[in-house]
């Protein structure tokens, strides 16, 4: 007997239900039951009938002053799950403290997800001014330092299918915004086994990030400190940042298993 394809046994009503709760994305917060039957193309009736059930389980709340619906606290219970249950977030949050005791930065830790870096974890430095930290947020890769540090060890093919267009959006006047010119930058990045984030995201923000590898020598994330520009120049980079980002980066993936 043929072998049925996964796709076949899709429970409608559970791929709707998934699909309402991933609207709630980025800065979008609260939506209502006309904005939500529009996105999901469903009548307002199903809608309904797939928020009250989320809603009996705590997935999805009612702000009962705009009537709008947001994320349910079980959503961040099961995030928070997710989280502890990585491998590479337990190995990784010592070193990530012990990174920010050595240069009192901010450090993160991060994976590549699609397009974007994600950043899962992070240990923030003490001083006044520092850089938000974006956990959670997903960010994108080309102009990170925690992005460009796992792009760089993709073959052309890859980089042609993860960058499409020739041409990518600048965030500063400083985003690399030619294919071929971060393809090359890549090269370097590889070679150096380290990447730098020259305020290409965020005007006044630098970053610095290496690459963790697990067991089997694959890139599964990076390490990456990051603040404002004043702090983090061409000397204290060279000099400190960059060698304690590596030493960390190489820390974890030999927690990972991995040998040179």
Same mark, same amino acid.
């Given at each position: *007997?043929?072998?049925?394809?996964? /796709? ?48 009996? $389980? ?31 977030? $337990? ?24 397009? /974007? ?12 001014? $520092? ?22 060890? *993709? ?62 020598? $694959? ?6 400190? /990051? ?34």
């Amino acid at each position: *007997m043929a072998k049925k394809d996964k /796709s076949e046994y899709i429970i409608q009503a559970v791929d709707h239900a998934l699909d309402l709760l991933e609207q709630f994305h980025d800065e979008i917060d609260e939506l209502g039951v006309t904005e939500l039957s529009k996105r999901l193309k469903l009548h307002k009736n199903n809608v309904f009938r797939l928020l009250a059930t989320l809603e009996s $389980r705590g997935y999805i709340e009612q702000n009962r002053v705009t009537e709008n619906y947001r994320l349910g606290l079980k959503t961040l219970e099961l995030g928070q799950t997710f989280i502890k249950q990585m491998g590479l977030l $337990r190995q990784s949050r010592p070193v990530l403290e012990w990174l920010v005791s050595q240069c009192n930065e901010t450090a993160y830790v991060a994976i590549l997800k699609e397009l /974007s870096i994600v950043y899962l974890d992070v240990v923030e430095t003490d001083l006044t001014v $520092r850089v938000v930290p974006r956990v959670g947020s997903r960010l994108p890769a080309y102009c990170t330092a925690a992005g460009k540090i796992q792009m760089a060890y *993709m073959n052309d093919e890859e980089l042609e299918t993860f960058f499409p267009s020739k041409e990518l959006k600048a965030f500063t006047p400083n985003t690399i915004t030619d294919r071929d010119v971060l393809k090359k930058n890549l090269k370097v990045v590889a070679e150096q086994g380290y990447a730098i984030d020259n305020e290409e995201l965020d005007l006044g923000v630098r970053c610095v990030g290496a690459p963790i590898r697990d067991y089997t020598r $694959r890139i599964i994330g990076a390490v990456s400190l /990051s603040g404002p520009s004043m702090r983090f120049t061409d000397e204290r980079m060279d000099k400190e940042l960059i060698p304690l980002v590596k030493q960390a980066a190489e820390e974890i993936s030999m927690k990972l298993g991995y040998h040179k």
